[in-house]
């Protein structure tokens, strides 16, 4: 009776915390270039075209991605309206389900409490888990459907008397991952559980015919709109889903700066922030725990779990942080586990890695302050950098403070609150970092000021936030440069005569650019063109062009 007190208690907690850490303050920016805008642009115009089925982007149907999240955000739309705050609004939700999720998985793989609760503290306090939880992507709402997924067969594999509905459970929720992001939905928990019953030395535990109705179900939720979609729009949708958005960028890398063999682990290091070094002590302490005949399933499991994520997306050639996500909650675990073992055991290891981080956090205020003069010009409040800054040094003094009375428990909840004082800032220095990251204020300038009549020119990362803000048809200029890597159904200027041509079919062209894209326009244009600056707002140039 104590015990489930105690779980009820700490799932409070934690959706307590998951509100103030997802949720709370949503809408206080608005939705950001390039990618929040294309997910929710794709939800508006699902709802302009009166579909539920079709993505739609630009006017015509788009198939980077599968349907499950646009279903969400066209449904948060239609209850709540058009917004940053409904778009943000169920990755929020789904990054708090992972918390539990975690709970739960670390609750059944240790049957403890406190280090369950651990868990799921760690995990929603890691920067880049906040992150993804505050943004639009499809990237949180897949990796806790994985997780669910990889939870669910655990469950059933520990407990027999669950065995039926874990392995049920567990193919349901791979089948919403592929609805929600492709094969890899039912790629990384088929290999996850395979690796494991390979280390247990139990494959047999495949052969049930829980698993025959498991894929069953399976092929009942995640088919029918593929199919559906390959009916309706055959070798189109094939060849953009399947070849240009999963094959392809195994073979070709998309952002080439990333394709290094060091990339995914660098990214670790730092989507665990502010818990990179505890991480990185506790992935040395899982190797260990996983090599004795005896060891408790549950290491052997997050072992599994994190090698199959490496396994799959290592080798390919497109390389994103958002790609990794999926592990992240087996870090939070594998983390958990270190520091409660670690200080129940006062270890020197725990002191020394727990003080590390505290100086380390210590010397980032410092460092802040010492170059905030050459970047005030971004940010001219300085009165909130300098709070900022005094209050991550004060957390980061109560630290070394509860270090040397080993108190170490402490320590983890305040480590828990080093984002949240990082995010601190953001509403006070709203105005000044929003027009950098969206193209609200720059589109709401040119509607207001200005009869817009024909599609207005882009810079390629602003196309996406143009259009959604304005409602208008665009274009997008980049000289030169490459076209989007799934092809947009919009004009492409890549050359200055298609650039000319462009701007004499409109009698007044307004354009909003980056200052790069500026020469370029200004060659192209030439002597035959009058080109106007309206207005500068971040990163963006309002221009008029004309002919002379």
């Known amino acids: 009776m104590r015990s489930q007190s105690n779980n009820i208690k700490y799932i409070i907690i934690l959706l307590v915390l998951s509100w103030l850490f997802f949720i709370f303050g949503n809408g206080i920016l608005s939705l950001s270039n390039p990618d929040e805008v294309f997910y929710a642009q794709t939800a508006k115009e699902m709802i302009q075209h009166n579909s539920w089925m079709t993505p739609y982007l630009f006017g015509s ?63 929603m306090s890691c920067g880049f888990y906040i992150g993804m939880a505050r943004t639009v992507f499809t990237d949180m709402i897949f990796s806790v459907l994985i997780v669910l997924s990889l939870a669910s067969f655990f469950w059933g594999y520990t407990e027999r008397k669950n065995k039926a509905a874990g392995i049920l459970l567990s193919f349901i929720f791979s089948a919403m991952a592929v609805l929600a992001k492709g094969p890899l939905g039912l790629l990384i928990p088929l290999l996850s559980v395979t690796l494991f019953l390979l280390f247990r030395k139990d494959l047999r535990f495949f052969l049930s015919r829980y698993f025959l109705w498991g894929i069953f179900i399976f092929a009942l939720i995640s088919c029918p709109w593929y199919v559906l979609m390959i009916k309706l729009y055959g070798t189109s949708f094939i060849n953009e889903f399947f070849y240009n958005d999963h094959l392809r960028r195994i073979i070709e890398a998309e952002h080439l700066g990333n394709d290094t063999w060091y990339f995914y ?58 790609y990794i996500l999926p592990l992240v909650p087996a870090l939070a675990i594998a983390c958990a586990d270190f520091i409660y073992e670690s200080s129940l055991l006062k270890k020197s290891s725990m002191t020394i890695v727990s003080a590390l981080n505290a100086v380390i956090l210590f010397l980032i205020p410092l460092a802040l302050i010492f170059i905030y003069p050459r970047f005030k010009v971004y940010f001219p409040h300085a009165a909130t950098i300098y709070i900022f800054s005094s209050a991550l040094s004060i957390l980061a003094i109560s630290m070394l403070f509860f270090i040397i009375r080993k108190k170490f428990t402490a320590v983890t909840y305040l480590t828990a609150m080093v984002i949240p004082v990082f995010l601190s800032p953001v509403p006070f220095i709203r105005s000044d970092i929003e027009p950098y990251l969206s193209s609200r ?87 035959n063109f009058r080109l106007d600056i309206l207005k500068v707002i971040g990163s963006q140039y309002i221009v008029k062009i004309e002919p002379a």
Request: proline share 6%; glycine share 4%; charged share 15%.
């Open 441 to 527: 204020d720059a589109c709401r300038y040119l509607l207001k000021n200005y009869t817009v009549s024909g599609p207005i020119l882009c810079s390629k990362p602003f196309a996406r936030g143009v259009r959604y803000y304005t409602d208008k048809e665009v274009a997008v200029m980049n000289t030169y440069g490459k076209n989007f890597f799934s092809v947009h159904p919009v004009p492409f200027l890549d050359t200055d005569e298609k650039v000319r041509i462009f701007l004499r079919v409109n009698p007044a062209t307004y354009c909003v650019l980056r200052k790069s894209a500026l020469e370029d326009i200004r060659r192209a244009a030439n002597k």
């Open 61 to 123: 149907p788009q198939f980077e991605k599968p349907i499950l999240l646009y279903w969400l955000l066209r449904s948060a739309f239609i209850i709540s309206g058009i917004s940053a705050f409904s778009a943000r609004f169920f990755p929020a939700v789904f990054a708090a389900l992972g918390v539990i999720a975690v709970y739960w998985l670390s609750l059944v793989g240790f049957r403890n409490a406190k280090k369950a609760f651990m868990s799921g503290l760690i995990l």
């Open 265 to 322: 682990p660098f990214s670790i290091f730092v989507s665990v922030f502010p818990w990179s070094l505890y991480v990185l002590i506790s992935l040395v302490y899982l190797v260990r725990r996983t090599y004795p005949k005896n060891t408790p399933a549950i290491y052997h499991f997050l072992a599994s779990w994190i090698c199959a994520v490496l396994v799959i997306f290592q080798p390919a050639h497109s390389k994103l942080i958002s």
